[in-house]
């Protein structure tokens, strides 16, 4: 069996945080799970969003998410819902804070957060099984949450 | 297939994975004689499953038809090994398992009912622990490693002469607050990703993450032979593995919580039957 998110998955990227990031702890989310303003200050790239979705190490969406624009790419799950046209239905807004923190959208939901470090029951070194060294690292930095952000919104019907 | 579950979606989802990987309606009868239970009623405690199903039912159909057949189920190899250790005397009192128990026969049912409340011990103990308090108390033998070859191996052993018989865990009793506590690490989120075994296995089971299909992570099958790496597969080493995959830290084989897990999730698997050495991906 190829394990679910193999070890490769999810791949801390910390080392890539700048000083202007909002950090993990630092967002703030609205009533709804919406995050105003871009975690990075900067603007996202969607064609690095598209690699973050795909790649087992990085974001790994399609894990869990069919998108019909990304089929060339193999093994779509279907945990969570298609993907198709949700950029227009969901806003950046909307979309930055599933992201970061799908709970505060969708209570109970089994999507990772993937901008957030604290909060976990018996975190872990990554996959090694053993305890986590030392403060967490985010799933993603700052910059590859904005730029998924901007790929979600090149998806519309 | 009589389908029992929740969701029209799930239910939706589930027939159109399986159909791409695995035949839905397949029965399993081994070498034609012992017929095994793969799905049934699940037992009141886990009413909210409707139906259970063995994880041999998620299997492609090349999978599932290694197990149909023991010439052919890589995991009987293991179980001539510990049939060698069976009778080859070990310890200071030079007793062999045989001495005591006879045929390896003389332990059917024994798999089903595992783990179990032992009123001496005054522990609930699994079969491991039960062979190594055989090794270190009547023969005066070392104790196996949990979870290590010796020991996976008689435990494919002792598994295999109760297939097909009906896995019937107590949970009440003294073992009731082991059971408890099992099922509370059960639907306990683990991890950076956050996610409890009932996440993946009553939640999503039948749903696809990635390339893998999900099973109800049942374990009526163990010991596993695993085509991924070629070898047996202790119950408490899979729990491991699948904590170790939410980014979690993992529990140490043969620790309270663990037994207390495989003993929750036995009883999730009341009515299917023994499997074990099964064959999965």
Redesign the interface.
């Known amino acids: 069996m190829k394990r679910i998110i193999t070890a490769s998955a999810f791949t801390v990227a910390a080392t890539l945080a700048f000083a202007e990031d909002v950090a993990p702890d630092n967002v703030v989310f609205s009533e709804y799970g919406e995050v105003e303003a871009s975690l990075s200050g900067q603007a996202g790239d969607p064609a690095a969003g598209l690699q973050i979705m795909v790649s087992r190490g990085k974001g790994n969406c399609i894990a869990c998410h069919q998108v019909t624009a990304l089929q060339e790419y193999p093994f779509h799950g279907d945990v969570g819902p298609i993907l198709d046209g949700v950029g227009g239905y969901r806003t950046a807004e909307e979309l930055r804070g599933i992201l970061a923190n799908p709970k505060m959208t969708f209570e109970g939901t089994i999507m990772p957060a993937f901008y957030r470090t604290s909060g976990f029951n018996r975190p872990g070194n990554a996959f090694t099984g053993k305890a986590a060294e030392g403060e967490l690292a985010p799933l993603l930095t700052a910059q590859e949450i904005e730029d998924v952000v901007a790929y979600l919104q090149t998806l519309q019907d | 297939m009589k389908l029992l579950f929740r969701g029209g979606v799930v239910a939706g ?1 589930l027939f ?2 399986l159909a791409a990987q695995a035949d839905e309606e397949a029965n399993l009868v081994i070498n034609g004689d012992i017929e095994i239970t793969v799905r049934t009623d699940a037992p009141e405690h886990v009413a909210q499953l409707g139906t259970i199903y063995s994880g041999w039912v998620f299997r492609s159909d090349e999978t599932q038809s290694l197990q149909m057949d023991d010439f052919e189920n890589p995991g009987m190899i293991f179980v001539d090994d510990a049939i060698d250790a069976w009778n080859t005397v070990d310890g200071t009192a030079g007793n062999s398992c045989a001495a005591c128990h006879g045929e390896p026969e003389s332990l059917a049912g024994v798999r089903a009912v595992y783990p179990k409340w032992n009123d001496e011990a005054e522990e609930v103990r699994t079969i491991a622990m039960q062979v190594n308090g055989c090794r270190t108390e009547r023969m005066g033998a070392e104790a196996w490693k949990y979870d290590g070859k010796e020991m996976i191996n008689m435990e494919a052993l002792i598994a295999s002469v109760s297939r097909g018989m009906p896995v019937d865990v107590a949970i009440d009793g003294p073992a009731q607050s082991m059971w408890e506590l099992g099922r509370e690490i059960y639907y ?8 409890s075994c009932a ?2 296995h009553e ?2 089971y039948g ?6 299909h ?1 099973s109800q992570g049942q374990i009526n099958g163990f010991p596993t032979y ?3 790496n070629a070898q047996l597969n202790g119950v408490q080493s899979r729990f ?2 699948c ?8 529990y140490g084989v043969g620790v309270e919580e663990l037994i207390a897990l495989e003993l929750y999730v036995a009883s999730r698997g009341n009515g299917l039957s023994v499997e074990g050495p099964s064959v ?2």
């Open positions: 989802a159109a994975a306990t989120r683990f991890g950076q990703l956050d996610l996440n993946c939640d999503n749903n696809n993450i990635r390339s893998d999900l695993r085509l991924k491991r593995g904590i170790r995959d939410t980014r979690g830290e993992t999965r991906n």
